[in-house]
């Protein structure tokens, strides 16, 4: 089936409500909305308490944007952690920006406004929602690798 009103297709509708639906149930995920709209949704975007999210203290708060792309010839993704009083931020990028690092790269942006890329692991046959769970389910510990 193809594209409805050109924005996406049903597979991509019923992706973002998952993860909608997903981040609506975890604690620390406040204001979860789709992003134009929910009727011509590209994308899922959330205000996260990284305190209450994350089950200890931290500073300040922290935004989640998940986006998908199905159609071609392969998913395409971006699952982006962003802290904006810290002006730094990190996020898994399906796509082909960055070739040299492969189908997905792991991105770090810094508050000096320099950017880090490398390799990120990927399941070529992956289903996108197990993608995202992954992705999702690491943010945390990346956290703690993370030296800002």
Known sequence: MGPILGVWSPS????????????????GCE?????????????VVCA???TVFLGRSSDGSARLRVEFDLTGDRPHYWIQWWEPELEHGF?????????????VHF????????????????VEDEQP????ERRFGAIESRLDDLDW
């Open 12 to 27: 991509e509708r019923n992706l973002l409500e998952r993860v909608h639906d997903r981040l609506v149930r975890t604690a």
């Open 31 to 43: 204001r979860v909305r789709y992003v134009p709209s929910r009727i011509d949704a590209n994308e």
């Open 48 to 50: 996260v308490d990284p």
């Open 91 to 103: 996020g898994w990028h399906c796509d082909e920006t960055e070739p040299e690092y492969g189908p």
């Open 107 to 122: 991105q770090v942006e810094y508050p000096d406004g320099s950017t880090e890329r490398e390799s990120a692991p990927t």
């Open 129 to 132: 929602y197990r993608t995202f």
